[in-house]
T-cell receptor, first 113, second 115 residues
Framework: TQLLEQSPQFLSIQEGENLTVYCNSS?????LQWYRQEPGEGPVLLVT?????EVKKLKRLTFQFGDARKDSSLHITAAQPGDTGLYLC?????????????FGQGTILTVHP | DTGVSQDPRHKITKRGQNVTFRCDPI?????LYWYRQTLGQGPEFLTY????????KSRLLSDRFSAERPKGSFSTLEIQRTEQGDSAMYLC?????????????FGSGTQLSVL
C-alpha cells in the first residue's frame, strides 16, 4: 500500500505570512496532484506535477515535485484569508493501480485577517 | 457541463438499516470513483469503474458495501446493515478516462450519519 504523509496537519497563520506544506512517501508516484477542499464540498484540483524536479506556479502558490518523485511541497506566499481550507496531496501510483488516486491525510490551513 | 451530482446530500439512518447513494458523473466521463472521507482527513479510496467495469476495490469495502454502474453512466453505492463506523462523507468523482493522471472532478458528497 502506498501512503502519503502530509505535514503539518494543522497550520494557523496571520495574513501576509508565507507557509509550506509537505507531502512525503517512501514510494515512487508516477504523478502527484494537489487539491483544495472547502467545508461541505468536494476537493478541487489545483495542479498536477509529473516530472521529477518539476516546479509549477499558480499565482501565489508554488508546487514542487521531488527529484525522486517520492515527495512534493506546496508553498504559499503572502497568505490571504481566502486561502483557508483543507489542502490535499494525492498520487497516482501507475502500474496495476492504474487510475487509482491515493490521498494524504490533508493539511488544514487557517489564515487570520 | 453540470458537474458531478450526488444524491442525497445528507442521510441520517439508524444502525442496521440499508442506505443507497447515487452519483451522476459528468456526461461522457468514462471513469467514476467512490471515496470515503472522515472529518479533517483525506479521502480514502473505495472503488472505481472504467465505463461499467469495476476495476478495483479497496479492502475498506467490506461485504456490506456494493457499488454498481450498470450502463456506464450513473453509479450507486449501497451499504447494508449500517454501523456507526460507516458515518462519513461519501464522495464521488469522475474523469475522462483517457490518461492515468488526469483531473478528477468531485461531487459535493453525501454526508452519512448512522445513529
Amino acid at each position: 500500500t502506498q501512503l502519503l504523509e502530509q505535514s503539518p496537519q494543522f497550520l494557523s497563520i496571520q495574513e501576509g505570512e508565507n507557509l509550506t506544506v509537505y507531502c512525503n512517501s517512501s514510494s515512487v508516484f508516477s504523478s502527484l496532484q494537489w487539491y483544495r477542499q472547502e467545508p461541505g464540498e468536494g476537493p478541487v484540483l489545483l495542479v498536477t506535477v509529473v516530472t521529477g524536479g518539476e516546479v509549477k506556479k499558480l499565482k501565489r502558490l508554488t508546487f514542487q515535485f521531488g527529484d525522486a518523485r517520492k515527495d512534493s511541497s506546496l508553498h504559499i506566499t503572502a497568505a490571504q484569508p481566502g486561502d483557508t481550507g483543507l489542502y490535499l496531496c494525492a498520487g497516482f501510483a501507475g502500474g496495476t493501480s492504474y487510475g487509482k488516486l491515493t490521498f494524504g491525510q490533508g493539511t488544514i490551513l487557517t489564515v487570520h485577517p | 457541463d453540470t458537474g458531478v451530482s450526488q444524491d442525497p446530500r445528507h442521510k441520517i439512518t439508524k444502525r442496521g438499516q440499508n442506505v443507497t447513494f447515487r452519483c451522476d458523473p459528468i456526461s461522457e466521463h468514462n471513469r467514476l470513483y467512490w471515496y470515503r472521507q472522515t472529518l479533517g482527513q483525506g479521502p480514502e479510496f473505495l472503488t472505481y469503474f472504467q465505463n461499467e467495469a469495476q476495476l478495483e476495490k479497496s479492502r475498506l469495502l467490506s461485504d456490506r458495501f456494493s457499488a454498481e454502474r450498470p450502463k456506464g453512466s450513473f453509479s450507486t453505492l449501497e451499504i447494508q446493515r449500517t454501523e456507526q463506523g460507516d458515518s462519513a462523507m461519501y464522495l464521488c468523482a469522475s474523469s475522462q478516462g483517457r490518461h492515468y493522471n488526469e483531473k478528477l472532478f468531485f461531487g459535493s458528497g453525501t454526508q452519512l450519519s448512522v445513529l
